[in-house]
């Protein structure tokens, strides 16, 4: 069993930044794919990024790449979420998220999630 906790969430004007933190419980956090997925109001949650086990391999959304960067530190059961130059179509509640199946872009890939943390972006 994982339980994760987000945090870093809020409120930020359009081209700024915010760094979420998602921290796991259990002995096992490295053995785990974790990603991070997105849910704006009247809209399917969607796959923001996910990071592999050893933190070796990253891959993003389109809509991540270039602005976001996912990293984790196993030390700390921790992954982590830099958000850069932020939009309005940024803003949603953040879910992080640990599973191993595929396809790990989508949320059947997916055991364990958080509580999710609202990131709101004014423009």
């Known amino acids: 069993q994982v339980q994760l906790v987000e945090s870093g969430g809020g409120l930020v004007q359009a081209g700024g930044s915010l760094r979420l933190s998602c921290a796991a419980s259990g002995r096992t956090f490295s053995t785990y794919v974790m990603a991070w997925f997105r849910q704006a109001p009247g809209k399917e949650r969607e796959f923001v990024a996910f990071?592999?086990?050893?933190?070796?391999?990253?891959y993003y959304a389109d809509s991540a790449k270039g602005r976001f960067t996912i990293s984790r530190d196993n030390a700390k059961n921790t992954v982590f979420l830099q958000m850069n130059s932020l939009n309005s179509e940024d803003t949603a509640v953040y879910y992080c998220a640990a599973g191993s199946a595929r396809p790990l872009t989508t949320t059947r890939g997916y055991d364990y999630w958080g509580q999710g943390t609202q990131v709101t972006v004014s423009s």
């Open positions: 990071i592999s086990g050893s933190g070796v391999y990253t």
